[in-house]
Nanobody, 118 residues
Framework: QVQLVESGGGLVQAGGSLRLSCAAS????????MGWYRQAPGKQRELVAT?????KYSDSVRGRFTISRDNAKNTVYLQMNSLKPEDTAVYYC??????????????WGQGTLVTVSS
């Protein structure tokens, strides 16, 4: 079984910064990609940033958010700067891992709430 544990969400004023972390644990042979998605109230879940063979950002966060990985720790980070109220959402960690038993497996974290006040 593979688990993703997120941390780092919270309340911040507009213009501030937060850093999210997500650590993968369990029976993992390797990690193909890790990334972040978010879901605001009443909206669909959307991609924020991913890190795999290449790094991708949504247009709404490019230049303000930075995704990074520590492969030795199976951890992905999201540094969020210049936060705006519209960044308020539940942020979900996502990983595509290769497990000895099941091969490729897509896993989601439980989500962490980021609230940006104006």
């Amino acid at each position: 079984q593979v688990q993703l544990v997120e941390s780092g969400g919270g309340l911040v004023q507009a213009g501030g910064s937060l850093r999210l972390s997500c650590a993968a644990s369990g029976s993992i042979f390797s990690i193909n990609a890790m990334g972040w998605y978010r879901q605001a109230p009443g909206k669909q879940r959307e991609l924020v940033a991913t890190s795999g063979g290449s790094t991708k950002y949504s247009d709404s966060v490019r230049g303000r958010f930075t995704i990074s990985r520590d492969n030795a720790k199976n951890t992905v980070y999201l540094q969020m700067n210049s936060l705006k109220p519209e960044d308020t959402a539940v942020y979900y960690c996502n990983a595509v891992v290769i497990t000895p038993s099941y091969g490729y497996l897509e896993v989601w974290g439980q989500g962490t709430l980021v609230t940006v006040s104006s």
